[in-house]
């Protein structure tokens, strides 16, 4: 992310520079996760009516300071069974009795969608993104204004079937972090993701889980690995301008490394993998 020998002469091969095969690489690959993407979304509604009586067998009622929680007394374990994907944190939201959630970085609320329907225990989600064209900020979903505001019309669109739970927050991280009660049951990081956003973002929200709660992330790779990926992407820019090569990996392994706390990465999401970490 000696294939690397392979696939430049092959795209010479084609009439392909090493770049230009690089981009169709990456368009292939998101063709394909596009792909995986609907088809989870046709099979995912068939598992939910077993995703909410498993919660249900095993949640238990219990008071929150901040929010309610009816978390059973065993999701404060920090073991956790591999997953597969993203696409199983909801489910494990709903098997674990969490009740609260924190996205940040929503882009068109793909994702959140995906959550929701296999956590129908969950009674307030909170949607955190700028929906702006950010400075510095050298990576695909820094897009246009305009695309950032049908990214934020396709969100709401989404969100419509879960509009008693869905709640909206049109800000950068740091500024949503103190509108948000504590404690939360389950926070999922995929806003910036150069080394500093994600540094401070871990900072932010990991104090507002609740002890046995759940953090998690997307794109657990760094900017060498992204540079492999796509070329046009730099997630070593931070938003001060200042490098650093970590990225999302670095970040995350640092901050967790420093609590003594395992990382869970989830191993079918090609290059996308996210990170999971349960907290004590």
């Known amino acids: 992310m000696s294939s690397t020998r392979t696939q430049q002469g092959a795209s010479h091969a084609n009439g392909l520079r090493p770049q230009q095969h690089a981009q ?27 995703a ?96 950032q505001e049908q990214n934020l019309a396709d969100a709401k669109r989404r969100m419509q079937p879960y509009a008693s739970k869905a709640v909206f927050i049109r800000n950068f991280t740091s500024a949503a972090a103190p509108l948000i009660p504590d ?41 060498a690995e992204m540079s492999k990926i796509n070329d046009k992407e730099h997630w070593e820019v931070c938003q001060d301008g200042t490098k650093h090569p970590g990225a999302v990996r670095g970040a995350v392994v640092e901050f967790f490394q420093q609590l003594g706390l395992a990382v869970h990465v989830t191993y079918r999401d090609g290059p996308w993998n996210s990170w999971i970490v349960i907290k004590p």
């Open 52 to 147: 909410v009586t498993l919660g249900a067998a095993i949640a238990t009622p219990a008071g929150g300071a901040g929010h309610a929680s009816s978390a059973s007394s065993s999701s404060s374990s920090t073991f956790l069974s591999p997953l597969m994907s993203r696409y199983d944190l909801g489910a494990e939201a709903e098997r674990r009795g969490y009740r609260t959630g924190v996205e940040l970085g929503v882009q068109t609320g793909a994702f959140a969608e995906y959550a929701l329907r296999t956590w129908p225990s969950c009674t307030t989600y909170y949607l955190v993104d700028i929906w702006k064209t950010q400075e510095n900020y050298v990576d695909g979903a820094n897009v246009p204004q305009e695309r």
């Open 24 to 50: 169709a690489v990456l368009e292939q690959l998101r063709a394909i996760q596009k792909s995986i993407d609907e088809l989870k979304s046709s099979i995912i509604s068939s598992t939910t009516a077993k």
């Open 183 to 223: 404690p939360v049951d389950f926070v999922y990081v995929d806003a910036r993701h150069d080394y500093c956003g994600v540094m401070e973002d871990l900072r932010l929200y990991w104090p507002k889980v609740r002890s046995g709660g759940m953090m998690a992330g997307h794109d657990f790779i760094d900017a």
